[in-house]
């Protein structure tokens, strides 16, 4: 579950200080969490939202007046749903500790302890998503079951579920293949009455290991034995299962009616990349879970990795792309050359391949990964036609309990590659949940190293989305938005750096950079006869000094742009908890001609007290408001009620995020001035839109 940026935490606030409510919101949304939050006024207003809306966590001061204590925790309960409440304190003593138990609070919070406060709400977060997870998958399991046993049952197949060595259940291919007529017939008895005489003595050891847990064999060969005493060769593939709540083995019967050394290589072939000679993806993806659930079960460690061949595009531009499968196949046997004789290796994606490694420790797993890259930089890949050098890049997982998840190993493995391709490739990029911090400071030097480097030499470039005007004239609106061009001429998206720069203090370059290259390229297009406006985002580091005023102010003079043509934005959140700041800021701007906007307007406590505060020349709504748009009446009311009040101090509106003709229809009809997104142009290099 991937909480902050991508899941919103819905935030039920009950507090008589608008204020003081304000603040922990903005306080949770500095720390990376997009929140949705809501404040009742009244009791009704409370029993309403409870109802209309679903919300994650309930924040309630100890003394509010507005609705108290006791009567939240009454309509709570009375809802019926699972959601926690945390009690709100400026202080805590043993009375309150037992009052917040005795209502029924999940837990209680201090107001003078952000850091105590955002974890805590971050654990109950947590927790609720766990246990809504777990009541999806136990209704998921159940439906899952139901039509499992009907799908088993009309299989033609012959299955059957084995515990302890006795048939618990088998559908009417396997009974018809036995001679059996009935299951009650075979009900309970041993499944070594099914095996020839021959392979008794083995096929009891087999029994044995799969008791003890230790997983099966692919497929296990043998004579099978009819009802009446015919034998005829089969196979037989083991599955660890449950029925009925009961961990069991699923057996799935397979007559052998070809030449069996013929049927070994068939399922050899089954099981291949044709290009490689290695495993294909989905047999791969089975042996995976298996480890994956080893770890779970056992605590034990193995280890992942996802190899990728550094600039791939480039290398098929060189050699042509008729030899694409003859460099994938090079790729392959350079990393068979590597591996040992109990590694798995697959072909896992069009040039990527995966190693997996069991039983093995972080300090194996990293050697394997060193000892991978190592090989492909120091070796010249043959193609046939052509001969050439590649590096490649590696991102993995030390599989262990802590994250015994296939989808989360191949999320954070996955996330490895790009890292390691993002910092310029032939690198490693190795996850280990027991030692991720040393990880962690290794990958963030890296970045922290590609930032000040872009900095230094101007690796940054920027892309540009037009806003289109709804009503009036058509004016030459774009926005800016940075990027990062890395030594390859590859991009790099702004979200896997910005965190890591505001927490070494780069942002104030990073918005120097921004700002003067946004007016540098509108004095460009000023030279060739365009008047131009351009919207650019910056942080409220920027608010703490005047530099970034005075640095505007000498580019503005130097390319002979207009204020006028130059917008800068900040988020609603941060002018909120850095007000007197964000208004010394838009006063000396507004000495410049340069307006100061609001984006993610619309999601605060009280979105518009703040406008009565802070004079900003125009608000951007925030994006979720676009979120299926033409159905959600909510939201389209809500930006009616935006459009009307800002219009009343001729403040414009944006509305980005923009995805199909009805949101434009309805953002038309509620007064938008300016729209943007990939529905009308997407974010690009030049400034190429036809107005």
Not at 512 to 528: D, L, N, P, Q, S
Not at 544 to 566: F, P
Request: proline letters at 4%; glycine letters at 6%.
């Amino acid at each position: 579950m991937q909480f902050g940026k991508d899941l919103p935490l819905r935030l039920l606030v009950v507090d008589d200080s608008v204020e003081a409510a304000e603040a922990i919101v903005s306080m949770l949304r500095n720390s990376g969490i997009a929140v949705r939050p809501s404040r009742p006024e009244n009791a009704d207003a409370l029993a309403q939202m409870l109802t209309a809306q679903p919300f994650d966590i309930v924040l309630v001061a100890h003394d509010a007046a507005s609705v108290p204590l006791e009567e939240v925790m009454q309509r709570v309960d009375a809802s019926g749903k699972d959601l926690p409440v945390l009690i709100l304190h400026d202080d805590i003593d043993t009375a309150r500790l037992l009052r917040a138990a005795s209502l029924g609070a999940r837990g209680v919070v201090l107001r003078s302890q952000p850091d105590l406060l955002r974890q805590q709400v971050m654990r109950e977060w947590s927790d609720l998503e766990a246990r809504r997870s777990l009541r999806k998958l136990e209704n998921h399991v159940r439906e899952t079951e139901r039509r499992c046993d009907a799908l088993i049952e009309s299989s033609r197949d012959p299955i059957a579920y084995i515990h302890e060595g006795m048939h618990i259940r088998a559908n009417a291919a396997y009974l018809e293949t036995f001679g059996f007529d009935d299951f009650e017939e075979i009900e309970g008895m041993s499944l070594l009455d099914m095996v020839a005489p021959q392979h008794v003595d083995d096929f009891k050891q087999l029994l044995k290991k799969l008791s003890r847990g230790e997983p099966p064999p692919p497929r296990y060969e043998l004579e099978a034995r009819g009802l009446d005493g015919s034998a005829f060769p089969a196979v037989m593939e083991f599955t660890a299962a449950t029925y009925e709540g009961e961990a069991c083995q699923q057996v799935v019967l397979r007559r052998q009616e070809l030449d069996p050394e013929l049927a070994r290589e068939v399922e050899e072939l089954r099981q291949r990349d044709q290009v490689t000679g290695l495993l294909n993806r989905p047999t791969f993806l089975r042996a995976l879970e298996d480890t994956v659930a080893d770890a779970g079960e056992k605590a034990s460690q193995h280890a992942l990795l996802l190899v990728e061949p550094d600039h791939y595009t480039r290398l098929l531009q060189d050699i042509g792309l008729d030899e694409a499968d003859a460099l994938v196949a090079a790729c392959a046997r350079r990393l068979r050359d590597v591996l040992g004789p109990d590694d798995v290796a697959a072909r896992f994606g069009e040039h990527q391949f995966a190693v997996l490694r069991r039983n093995c420790d972080y300090a194996d797993s990293m050697a394997l990964a060193e000892q991978i890259r190592a090989a492909f930089a120091a070796a010249v890949l043959d193609t046939g036609s052509r001969s050439l050098n590649a590096t490649v890049s590696i991102g993995g997982v030390q599989i262990g309990q802590k994250i015994a998840n296939v989808s989360s190993v191949l999320g954070k493995a996955n996330q490895g590659v790009l890292s390691a391709v993002g910092v310029g490739g032939n690198r490693i990029e190795l996850f280990d949940p027991s030692a991720a911090d040393r990880a962690e400071e290794a990958r963030v030097q890296a970045w922290v190293d590609r930032i000040r480097d872009a900095i230094d030499h101007d690796r940054f470039i920027m892309h540009f989305q037009p806003l289109v005007g709804l009503h009036g004239p058509p004016d030459q609106i774009y926005e800016a938005y940075l990027r990062l061009l890395n030594e390859h001429g590859e991009l790099v998206q702004p979200m896997t750096f910005l965190q890591i720069a505001e927490e070494h203090g780069l942002l104030w370059e990073i918005d120097r950079w921004v700002v003067g290259h946004a007016i540098a390229v509108v004095g460009e297009r000023r030279k060739a006869g365009h008047d131009t406006t351009v919207l650019v985002k910056i942080t409220e580091v920027s608010l703490q000094d005047d530099s970034l005023l005075k640095h505007m102010a000498e580019q503005l003079a130097r390319h002979g742009v207009e204020g006028r043509q130059l917008v800068v934005q900040l988020p609603e959140s941060k002018v909120f908890t850095h007000l007197r700041a964000a208004q010394t800021f838009q006063e000396g701007a507004a000495r410049l001609g340069v307006r100061v906007g609001l984006e993610q307007f619309g999601l605060g406590l009280n979105s518009f007290q703040l406008l009565s505060h802070f004079n900003a020349g125009l608000v951007k709504l925030d994006r979720s408001f676009m979120d299926d748009l033409p159905n959600n009446q909510e939201h389209q009311e809500r930006i009616r009620e935006i459009t009307n009040r800002t219009r009343e101090n001729g403040r414009l509106t944006i509305a980005e995020f923009v995805q199909d003709a009805s949101s434009m229809s309805i953002l038309f009809g509620a007064g938008i001035d300016y729209a943007q997104g990939q529905f009308l142009a997407p974010a690009g290099p030049e400034m190429n839109y036809e107005f």
